[in-house]
């Protein structure tokens, strides 16, 4: 359970790290308007820095690529939250300290869907209320640790409901994905 965790974060680890060097070595200075190796001066870019270089490299399918990130990467922290947070949720009905209807379990799905829409329809409220567009590849940054943290508490939350008795589902294989 533990190696599956240790590995998604060393995979992660290499694919950021590469991403810099790779960036760090073929940044061209002149396509980004900048005086050569000031590293400082790209926290002043007003634009986005792929669409400056998808303009000077005339890569228009670099438009494309950051809002099909963004999109992705939203709903895959989504996902992450939701399934976190519902059992945490979860935990904190059991301790009594929110309503015990927030601790039901689905009886075909064995989830807390009343933690499950709860934290849904709180989590969408903040969302739209807080999250100006233009900050929202800043969101992202910090929903992904987030998503780390609630990803490292969702395995400790289903074992104990399956050893509770709770949780009778198993997936297939699902030993060896942990």
């Known amino acids: 359970m533990i ?3 240790i590995l998604t974060v060393i995979g992660q ?17 002149r396509a980004l308007s900048l005086p ?9 870019i007003a634009r986005n820095p792929y669409y400056m270089l998808a303009s000077a490299y005339h890569l228009p399918i670099m438009y494309a690529l950051p809002m099909i990130y963004l999109t992705v990467a939203l709903f895959m922290v989504g996902f ?3 399934g976190a947070g519902t ?13 015990q209807r927030m601790g039901e379990i689905h009886p075909r799905y064995y989830i807390p869907y009343w933690a499950l829409i709860a934290f849904g329809l709180i ?7 807080f999250a100006p567009i233009p900050g929202l590849y800043a969101l992202v940054s910090y929903t992904t640790v ?16 399956k050893l509770q008795g709770t949780s009778k589902f198993n997936v297939p294989g699902g030993g060896l994905c942990q």
Do not use: H
């Open 87 to 99: 059992r945490v949720m979860l935990a904190i009905a059991r301790s009594r300290l929110i309503s």
């Open 3 to 5: 190696w599956g965790l």
């Open 146 to 161: 987030a998503g780390y943290i609630g990803f490292a508490t969702n395995p400790i939350a289903m074992m104990v409901l």
């Open 80 to 82: 992450v939250y939701m």
């Open 36 to 44: 050569e190796g000031d590293w400082g001066a790209l926290l002043n």
């Open 123 to 129: 989590g969408a409220a903040i969302s739209f209320l």
């Open 13 to 29: 680890a290499v694919i950021y790290i590469t991403f810099a060097v790779v960036f760090a070595l073929s940044t061209d200075w």
